[in-house]
């Protein structure tokens, strides 16, 4: 059976669609196979970030409801093999969205992926609780801003209590997600630092993905950047992210600051 994560947030803008397809892109590059959700019904944008929006015939909804099978509404990356979409309907509200019809729908992907990646609308309402229901692990991606962090907080509070893993008395794995990170501003004090993130939230920090037009560039190809450009920092970021998730224990170390090896690898909590 595969594992189910959840890349969720409290804020909304903060690169959850982004990093769902990054993770995804990376994942399925490393000859896993991956699917990723869309959850955000009524605006769907990871079939934009993905460059499959021609491509959605049916979506999850039209599974739930039992217009089309599951089979149908996956959509393969023409890019990799390994890799599908499970595109959200824009035309539907939330309330579409059933606790009975998300449950099939993930139980039958965990028995065909290695892992599925649901990508949750902002905030706590039913898409968002619906979207960590099922979740094995969570990515919590928070920009470095104190509004950002604060609902950060909060939604680790519904993990640990709106959860299957919650109800069952388990302790849901969480990892955060540094994105838009610029180490200049942050030392100029326009912006918290990793220390002070890592301190208010208290969990592993699973990478930090530095403030790029990489990422707007490849989103604007219709490309998660860990395809579009693999070379670049936030793409190395989110491979070395992969790495943890699947593991391996890496130092963390803070793109465009210079620091010795020591700091590097003791100055940060790793995943």
Not at 94 to 121: A, M, N, Q, Y
Not at 132 to 137: G, Q
Request: glycine share 8%; proline share 3%.
């Amino acid at each position: 059976m595969g594992k189910v994560i959840v890349v969720t947030s409290g804020k909304g803008g903060v690169g959850k669609t982004t990093s769902t397809a990054a993770l995804g892109a990376a994942l399925a590059q490393r000859n896993e196979k991956v699917v990723v959700v869309d959850f955000d019904v009524g605006l769907r944008n990871l079939d934009l970030v993905m460059g499959a929006e021609r491509r959605v015939v049916y979506d999850m909804i039209n599974v739930i409801q039992g217009d089309a099978k599951l089979t149908q509404a996956l959509i393969r990356d023409k890019r990799l093999e390994t890799l599908f979409l499970l595109p959200a309907s824009q035309t539907r509200d939330k309330d579409c969205l059933t606790e009975e019809g998300v449950e099939r729908v993930i139980t039958e992907l965990k028995k065909h992926f290695d892992w599925v990646i649901c990508d949750s609308p902002a905030g706590i309402e039913r898409g968002a609780t619906l979207a960590m229901r099922h979740a094995d692990i969570a990515v919590i991606v928070t920009n470095p801003e104190v509004s950002s962090v604060r609902d950060s907080d909060r939604i680790i509070g519904l993990l640990d209590a709106k959860t299957e893993k919650a109800e069952r008395g388990e302790r849901i794995e969480k990892h955060l997600l540094l994105t838009r990170y610029d180490v200049t501003r942050a030392e100029r004090g326009d912006m918290l630092k990793v220390d002070d993130v890592l301190e208010i939230l208290s969990i592993p920090l699973l990478g930090i993905i530095p403030e790029s037009m990489d990422v707007l560039r490849a989103s604007n190809l219709g490309a998660p950047v860990t395809l579009a450009d693999q070379s670049s920092a936030p793409a190395k970021a989110y491979f070395e992210a992969v790495r943890r998730l699947n593991g391996e224990v890496l130092p963390v170390s803070i793109p465009g600051e210079k620091r010795g090896l020591f700091g590097k690898i003791f100055g940060r909590r790793a995943a």
